[in-house]
């Protein structure tokens, strides 16, 4: 619904401004994130990190190995 990513989009904005700040203050030059991707309920930090990433200029390298998981476990498997 409209309502739903208006939130999400919201909850980005908010998570991207706090997260700059702090790369920001604690001077931190790149973020190593673990499944932050592969778990659904991370829509609006996943959103923010790319808006931090471009923001700031911090490369960001994001390990999701729970999707391999969670697909090998349903006898799926993408290789890319």
Same mark, same amino acid.
């Given at each position: 619904?409209?309502?739903?990513?208006?939130?999400?989009?919201?909850?980005?904005?908010?998570?991207?401004?706090?997260?700059?700040?702090?790369?920001?203050?604690?001077?931190? +030059?790149?973020?190593?994130?673990?499944?932050?991707?592969?778990?659904? +309920?991370?829509?609006?930090?996943?959103?923010?990190?790319?808006?931090?990433?471009?923001?700031?200029?911090?490369?960001?390298?994001?390990?999701?190995?729970?999707?391999?998981?969670?697909?090998?476990?349903?006898?799926?498997?993408?290789?890319?």
């Amino acid at each position: 619904s409209a309502e739903l990513a208006c939130e999400i989009w919201s909850q980005a904005l908010e998570l991207t401004d706090r997260l700059a700040g702090y790369l920001r203050e604690q001077e931190i +030059g790149l973020l190593y994130t673990v499944n932050v991707n592969s778990n659904p +309920g991370n829509l609006a930090f996943a959103l923010a990190l790319v808006l931090v990433s471009e923001l700031t200029g911090c490369p960001v390298i994001n390990n999701n190995h729970d999707f391999l998981k969670r697909f090998t476990e349903r006898k799926y498997l993408i290789l890319l």
